[in-house]
């Protein structure tokens, strides 16, 4: 399993901090069957994937095993933002069958936190990620980690989060609002 060292851009300020722990606990008492949540927004640049990021990363630092999958195959922004320096596999190589799963994920330097990066951009990101392999990792990370958080594109863009919504038990929307990222939680339960 391969290790990455996350180096954070900025350090995050005690009001963000917060904001982060407050939401990690809003989840946290949604109920323990509320373990997969998916994040999105309706456009691009509103900060999803900062949110998820560090909403994992809180989730983790507070003793929780997470998990932290990026499926936003189109245009992921993780690897550079987070200076991620070597070249990893990632959930193209997966899904598309050329790599085992053992392979694609990473260990941290964040205790309890794994990821799995994108990968290389696909042609046919919507049918990757609409095969049952895909649906299928869910359910076993499910059994495994106490949180599996996906980040995924922009749902007024492509099709992707549709097809990936039926994994989750909530999806979380990041919103802009007055040039600050919000977060609303939105549960996709019956």
Do not use: W
């Not at 598309?96 to 309890?112: L, P």
């Amino acid at each position: 399993m391969p290790t990455v060292n996350i180096e954070r851009l900025r350090k995050l300020d005690y009001r963000c901090n917060e904001a982060y722990k407050t939401l990690r606990t809003n989840i946290q008492l949604c109920g323990s069957d509320m373990k997969v949540i998916m994040f999105t927004s309706s456009t691009p640049n509103e900060g999803k994937s900062s949110v998820s990021f560090n909403l994992a990363v809180s989730l983790a630092e507070s003793g929780k095993k997470v998990i932290f999958i990026d499926a936003d195959l189109r245009k992921s922004v993780l690897v550079g933002r987070y200076k991620i320096n070597k070249a990893i596999k990632g959930l193209t190589h997966f899904l598309s069958g050329m790599n085992k799963f053992e392979e694609v994920i990473c260990t941290t330097n964040v205790d309890n936190l794994y990821v799995v990066f994108s990968g290389i951009v696909p042609p046919n990101p919507s049918e990757l990620l609409a095969n049952n392999s895909f649906d299928a990792l869910v359910k076993a990370l499910r059994d495994t980690y106490d949180y599996v958080i996906i980040d995924t594109p922009p749902i007024g863009i492509v099709r992707d989060t549709e097809i990936l919504a039926g994994t989750a038990e909530a999806v979380i929307l990041s919103v802009k609002q007055s040039g600050e990222k919000a977060a609303v939680l939105n549960d996709v339960t019956d």
